[in-house]
């Protein structure tokens, strides 16, 4: 980006990727964000006396323009419209491009499935084990390294404005995350409460 000729929304829209991308996190607070970067913004435009205003101001025409998702009132942004992010998948092109040609819930549930563990997809592990959170499930093996096989699921998927946030987030064998995604109506939905049920009470 010729940093020159940049509007103000160019300029924050490109610091926000980046900031996503090394954190590995779409999700991010507002706060943390201009703390991190301040510097950066403030030299942008020096003349600019109220950098953080500004910041704000360009968070909100970006989240008008349906490139981010305000998450709550507290500050906290997600990043919108880029599938995958540097860090997210194996630099596998074929597996790249092959996910961004598939439709919106089957370029999620790849994505999920292929995802190292980076960000929230390492919490979610760490918080709910590598066992399905489906109850009675017992659905699980061992890889190599002797750690259980588990898949981190978006329990309101991100293309219906779901958060990259752990309570949305589930740890489920693959079955069952076939199942949340692909499953008849109201199979999915019950999967869904059930698993927004489990979520919060884990994180109250």
């Given at each position: ?35 991190d970067n301040l510097t950066t913004i403030e030299a942008f435009r020096p003349a600019n006396r109220n950098a953080p205003a ?73 918080k709910y084990g590598h066992n399905c959170m489906m109850d009675g499930c017992g659905n699980t093996f061992r890889k190599n ?53 489990i979520a919060e009470s884990a994180c109250e």
């Amino acid at each position: 980006m010729n940093i020159e000729n940049a509007t103000w929304k160019d300029f924050v829209l490109e610091l926000v990727v980046d900031y996503c991308t090394k954190r590995t996190m779409r999700t991010f607070h507002y706060k943390d964000f201009l703390k991190d970067n301040l510097t950066t913004i403030e030299a942008f435009r020096p003349a600019n006396r109220n950098a953080p205003a500004k910041v704000r101001q360009q968070l909100q025409f970006l989240r008008n323009e349906g490139r981010l998702t305000f998450v709550d009132n507290r500050g906290t942004y997600t990043l919108r419209g880029r599938d995958i992010l540097e860090g997210e998948l194996p630099n596998e092109n074929a597996l790249i491009e092959h996910i961004k040609s598939a439709p919106p819930d089957k370029r999620e549930y790849l994505v999920e499935t292929y995802v190292r563990d980076v960000g929230w997809a390492k919490l979610a592990k760490e918080k709910y084990g590598h066992n399905c959170m489906m109850d009675g499930c017992g659905n699980t093996f061992r890889k190599n390294d002797g750690s259980r096989y588990i898949e981190v699921h978006h329990i309101v998927p991100l293309h219906k404005n779901g958060e990259d946030a752990i309570w949305n987030l589930s740890v489920l064998c693959a079955h069952h995350h076939k199942m949340a995604h692909y499953a008849d109506n109201r199979t999915r939905l019950l999967i869904q409460s059930e698993l927004l049920r489990i979520a919060e009470s884990a994180c109250e």
